[in-house]
DNA sequence: AAGAAAAGCGGACCACGGTCCGTTTGGCTC
DNA sequence: GAGCCAAACGGACCGTGGTCCGCTTTTCTT
């Protein structure tokens, strides 16, 4: 049994050296805290490495770009809102109607993308990353609406309900056309009324 | 009569001096020309200022930034976009009932906006021109819903059906699930279909 | 424990967007 | 035409994201 790899397990990761999972944490850090005493534009990658102390290639390395270690951070926040979906309290985890399931998730999905929105922007369409958030919203929209008895092109209405919770949108609507978080959620509330009718 | 302005009339544009239009069509027509022998991509701004035979001074004194060129690139076309709908033939222009203009409106932006996905996204928010082309097309769906007798946030709604219909959605549409464009349409007729209501 | 291969590391280097400031030029007035 | 001045010009310069390659460290094997 000498020769068997342990954690490999077939062909998927290759597990991470001792330093460098050392270092991916000290740069996490590192961008957090760069972040928390100024805004997102500083964190710039040679003040990360420098806080982290360790070289600018290390940095590129462990996350590929910029886009990509703006996306590492986002991602804790994420798992932990992926996490009140789909085992936290109703009426955003399971155990409530549908329909008001799906009141509560835009109404979350707003507040945390308002949040986390220079965040967001900054880690852009970060390869996978940003697909799997994406893929996550849009099937779980997509299985309220099923479960809603919605038919047509599920996937479809998901993504077109999930649209106008992008970033640039509710961006433009709160700066240009100053509307309220009350009124963005009231608005989501019509479209949901509209969508899975009447 | 001889020391009156002839041009600037009040306060507004301080006319262009003649050298200053002249190369202000030069560097359009080599941007243009290098989007042409390739992708917008290679579109640099050393690249464009030395096609122009200007310096790269210039290019940022005329434009603002690249944003701001891809933004005066993309205009000629948008504006002609705008005039087919402001008073070209119908069902897109005037004389159509408005339901039909709306459906008509949507398959229409769909195929304006991924053939030139690359130049929107390279013109990003470029000041209050890229609002400037929101601010068109939400007045104008805003103005078919008041004709259709939907009640509500008409405002709202027309930012939510445009939403789907921007950029980065289409493009994951169209890359990531493989939609055609025919089912763009198709979903686009749906979701009109659900908000001015049955 | 020793040795070797692989994974990681660091920082010099490059390209591009954007700024600055000394110089030139177009378009006035006289 | 001479002269003036605001506007426009050009290109050296800077910061930042991203790459590359020779050197170091970890880890596995025997």
Redesign the interface.
């Known amino acids: 049994m000498e020769g068997m790899r342990l954690l490999p397990m077939a062909g998927e990761a290759p597990a991470e050296r001792s330093d460098a999972a050392r270092n991916r944490e000290a740069l996490l850090a590192a961008a957090a805290e760069l972040i928390a005493l100024g805004c997102v534009e500083h964190v710039t990658m040679d003040a990360v490495a420098q806080r982290a102390g360790v070289g600018k290639g290390t940095v590129f390395r462990r996350f590929e770009s910029r886009e990509g270690l703006m996306a590492a951070l986002l991602d804790r926040s994420e798992s932990a809102w992926q996490g009140r979906i789909l085992s936290g309290p109703p009426p955003l985890g399971p155990g409530a109607p549908p329909r008001e399931r799906l009141h509560a998730f835009g109404h979350s999905r707003l507040e945390v993308t308002l949040l986390h929105a220079d965040l967001i922007r900054a880690a852009g ?1 970060a390869g996978a990353r940003a ?1 799997a958030a ?1 893929s996550f919203t849009a099937m779980h929209v997509r299985y309220l609406l099923g479960e809603l008895g919605v038919h ?2 599920l ?3 998901a ?2 309900l999930l ?2 919770l ?1 970033v ?2 509710l961006e ?2 709160v700066h ?2 100053h ?1 309220s978080l009350e ?2 959620r ?2 989501w509330d ?2 949901v009324s ?2 899975v ?2």
């Open positions: 369409h697909y994406v047509g092109d996937g479809y209405l993504t077109a649209a106008p992008e640039p949108i433009q609507q240009l056309e509307r009124q963005l009231t608005g019509d479209l509209r969508v009718g009447c």
